[in-house]
């Protein structure tokens, strides 16, 4: 199975949590197992590419968050947030 890097613009037009609601809801029929066989691998397959777009949106988010710091004398700062 060829994965393509682009996501689908119906997907890249979700937001975080429109994407994840159908995620959601294509592993709870996929986990039913009634999908016949072509259903099934066409919902992985969007599931990958809903999972990608979550993930993507994450780091996004993740890097606009700043980390609020007061140095010794009181200042008030920011820097990224991160590790």
Not at 41 to 58: D, M, S, V
């Amino acid at each position: 199975m060829k994965e393509s890097n682009t996501i689908p613009a119906d997907i890249a037009a979700l937001s975080f949590e429109e994407a994840l609601a159908e995620l959601e809801k294509l592993v709870k029929q996929l986990e039913d197992g009634k999908a016949k066989l072509d259903d099934a691998i066409n919902a992985y397959q969007r599931g990958a590419l809903l999972k990608r777009h979550c993930e993507t949106k994450l780091r996004e988010a993740q890097a606009k968050i700043e980390q609020i710091s007061v140095g010794p004398d009181g200042t008030i700062s920011t820097k990224p947030f991160g590790p």
